[in-house]
Each structure stands twice: as structure tokens, then as C-alpha cells.
């Protein structure tokens, strides 16, 4: 999945797309409203567009882009009221989220817009045998039965989830979860797996890659 990160903020647009990258998306940033029109040449899945840019106004190049193409937008603003909220919607946003972004609303929203727009993009729930992550409820269930896990154990499985069984390094997980590449975080995230695979039971859900990550066992 492409996604266009339109964001002239240097700190938060390479945090945005570190953020979409580590979740397995292809993220394409550019700065400004008319770099953003021309990056639609290459057909991407989803815009986030940031609604303050430095050239233009953010309602008209959502308009623009809605007037060329079909792509799901998702806007991003500083301003939480509903006023704004209605004009960028009005303005063909698909969705709205407000600054400072969560990550886990991010990929949330990023996963529902898509599932709109083609009927199956990303998988609301995935399955691991007999234990299912549902992303948008953020439930887990093992033989149908519901396991109770704290947030961060949820993030880090979603973050696994996401991935579709490919292997997702230390650094990804504890970036995406915990908000930090440091490996002196490096036991909360093994303490983290333990607990999950001890509330999974006897399941064998979280594999270890030595020397590398871990992924889903699919």
C-alpha cells in the first residue's frame, strides 16, 4: 500500500513516515500543496494531508485532489473544531484526525478509509489458528473466548498483525509501540511477548526470528 504523507513539518513528517514504514506501508513524504498535486501521478492509496501548508491552503488542494481523483484522504490539522472538522470533510476528506497524532489512531484510520474505499484492503480481523486480533475493536479472542490484554500487549500484537507474518524487527516494534528505537527498552518488549504468550496459552502466536524480531506464527 502507497501512501502520500503530505507534511512540511521536518520532524513530525519523517516521524509520520517512520511511523508508516515500520507498519508496512510504501510512504512517499513531499512538503507542499503543489508537490502533493503532482505525486498523484503516481497513484497512491491513500493521502494523509496535512491541512497548514507553506503554499497553499489545505481545503483547496483537498478539493484539487478530490476533483482528480478518487483516493482516500485522510486530513490532518492543529485545530479540533468542529467547524474545521465539517469544512475538510465538505472539502472531500474522507476522515479527519486532530495534532498531536496517536499512532495507533493513525494506522486505525489509515485501515479504515482503505477498507472503504476498496471493500478489502487491510483485514479488520486477523486469525493465528484459533486466536483472532480484531484491529478496529481491539479485541483478541482465543477459541472464541475473550483474552484480556493490557494496551501496550494489543499494540504490539496489531503491530505484528499488521504485517501479515513477515518478521518485524526490535527497533520497529519498540518505535511503533513504545515510541522509542532505544535498546535499553529492549527487556519491556521481551517482557511484553512473554506475557502475551503466557495469556495465549500453549498457542505458539509470537515466533522469535533470533538476532532480528519477531513475527505472527501464520
Keep these: 500500500m ?5 507534511e512540511d ?29 503532482a505525486a498523484l501521478a503516481d497513484d497512491p492509496d491513500v493521502v494523509l494531508l496535512d491541512m497548514g501548508l507553506p503554499d497553499r491552503d489545505g481545503l483547496g488542494v483537498c478539493r484539487e485532489i478530490r476533483e482528480r481523483s478518487r483516493v482516500p ?16 470533510l465538505r472539502s472531500g476528506a474522507d476522515d479527519y484526525l486532530v495534532k498531536p497524532v496517536s499512532t495507533d489512531e493513525l494506522l486505525a484510520r489509515i485501515e479504515a478509509v482503505l477498507r472503504r474505499s476498496t471493500g478489502a484492503a487491510v483485514a479488520a480481523v486477523v486469525a493465528v489458528g484459533d486466536v483472532e486480533v480484531d484491529l478496529d475493536r481491539r479485541v483478541v479472542t482465543a477459541a472464541g473466548e475473550t483474552v484480556a490484554v493490557t494496551r501496550k500487549e494489543f499494540d504490539l500484537l496489531a503491530a505484528l498483525a499488521r504485517r501479515e507474518g513477515a518478521v518485524v524487527e526490535r ?4 518505535e511503533q509501540v ?38 505472527l506464527a501464520r
Design 178 to 215: 513504545w515510541g522509542t528505537a532505544d535498546a535499553s527498552a529492549a527487556r519491556t518488549l521481551e517482557a511484553h511477548v512473554a506475557s502475551l504468550r503466557s495469556k495465549l496459552g500453549a498457542r505458539d502466536v509470537v515466533a522469535t526470528v533470533r538476532g532480528v524480531g519477531y513475527r
Design 2 to 6: 502507497r501512501v502520500l504523507l503530505v
Design 73 to 88: 484522504i485522510l486530513a490532518i490539522t492543529g485545530r479540533g473544531d468542529v467547524a474545521a472538522r465539517v469544512q475538510g
Design 9 to 37: 513539518d521536518d520532524v513530525l513528517g519523517d516521524a509520520l513516515r517512520r511511523t508508516l514504514t515500520a507498519a508496512g506501508y510504501s510512504a512517499r513524504r513531499v512538503g507542499s500543496g503543489a508537490e502533493a498535486l
Design 171 to 174: 527497533a520497529e516494534l519498540l
